[in-house]
Protein backbone atom coordinates (compact mmCIF):
# COMPACT_ATOMS: atom_id res chain seq x y z
CA UNK A 1 0.00 0.00 0.00
CA UNK A 2 2.84 2.41 0.86
CA UNK A 3 4.40 2.22 -2.63
CA UNK A 4 0.40 3.09 -4.02
CA UNK A 5 1.16 6.17 -2.27
CA UNK A 6 4.45 7.32 -3.12
CA UNK A 7 4.02 6.20 -6.66
CA UNK A 8 0.75 8.74 -6.33
CA UNK A 9 -1.44 6.30 -7.17
CA UNK A 10 -3.57 7.40 -3.95
CA UNK A 11 -4.65 10.67 -4.49
CA UNK A 12 -6.11 11.58 -1.05
CA UNK A 13 -2.63 11.31 0.74
CA UNK A 14 -0.83 13.91 -2.59
CA UNK A 15 0.83 16.20 0.17
CA UNK A 16 2.28 13.38 2.47
CA UNK A 17 3.71 11.54 -0.27
CA UNK A 18 7.06 12.32 1.04
CA UNK A 19 6.42 11.23 4.56
CA UNK A 20 5.29 8.24 2.86
CA UNK A 21 8.42 7.53 0.59
CA UNK A 22 10.72 8.19 3.96
CA UNK A 23 8.45 5.72 5.71
CA UNK A 24 8.72 2.95 3.13
CA UNK A 25 12.61 3.56 2.69
CA UNK A 26 12.36 2.92 6.71
CA UNK A 27 10.51 -0.02 6.64
CA UNK A 28 12.73 -1.58 3.65
CA UNK A 29 16.02 -0.75 5.74
CA UNK A 30 14.48 -2.63 8.66
CA UNK A 31 13.15 -5.58 6.26
CA UNK A 32 16.62 -6.17 5.01
CA UNK A 33 18.43 -5.65 8.31
CA UNK A 34 15.59 -8.24 9.51
CA UNK A 35 16.79 -10.92 6.54
CA UNK A 36 20.42 -9.85 7.39
CA UNK A 37 20.25 -10.73 10.66
CA UNK A 38 18.13 -13.66 10.41
CA UNK A 39 20.96 -15.30 7.83
CA UNK A 40 23.62 -14.20 10.22
CA UNK A 41 21.86 -16.37 13.15
CA UNK A 42 21.09 -19.36 10.90
CA UNK A 43 24.76 -19.87 10.15
CA UNK A 44 26.03 -19.17 13.56
CA UNK A 45 23.57 -21.81 14.53
CA UNK A 46 24.74 -23.85 12.22
CA UNK A 47 28.45 -23.54 12.99
CA UNK A 48 27.39 -24.37 16.86
CA UNK A 49 25.62 -27.35 15.69
CA UNK A 50 28.85 -28.75 13.49
CA UNK A 51 30.89 -28.03 16.72
CA UNK A 52 28.86 -30.26 18.59
CA UNK A 53 28.64 -33.27 15.92
CA UNK A 54 32.48 -33.05 16.11
CA UNK A 55 32.75 -33.17 19.96
CA UNK A 56 29.79 -35.81 19.72
CA UNK A 57 32.16 -38.08 17.63
CA UNK A 58 34.86 -37.43 19.65
CA UNK A 59 32.99 -38.98 22.84
CA UNK A 60 31.72 -41.94 20.87
CA UNK A 61 35.51 -42.63 19.84
CA UNK A 62 36.58 -42.61 23.27
CA UNK A 63 33.69 -44.56 24.45
CA UNK A 64 34.04 -47.58 22.21
CA UNK A 65 38.18 -47.70 22.83
CA UNK A 66 36.96 -48.12 26.35
CA UNK A 67 34.40 -50.60 26.15
CA UNK A 68 36.39 -52.35 23.34
CA UNK A 69 39.03 -52.87 26.34
CA UNK A 70 36.60 -53.36 28.76
CA UNK A 71 35.38 -56.32 26.91
CA UNK A 72 39.08 -58.02 25.95
CA UNK A 73 39.25 -57.62 29.37
CA UNK A 74 36.30 -59.66 30.37
CA UNK A 75 37.52 -62.01 27.83
CA UNK A 76 34.82 -61.61 24.87
CA UNK A 77 35.99 -62.65 21.70
Avoid at 17 to 43: C, K, N, P, W
Wanted: charge should be negative; proline fraction near 1%.
Amino acid sequence: MLEEIVKGRVALCDGTRGHFRDVLDHLLRVDSQADEHDELLTSALSAHLALVGRDQNKVMVVAVIVVHRLLRKSGWP
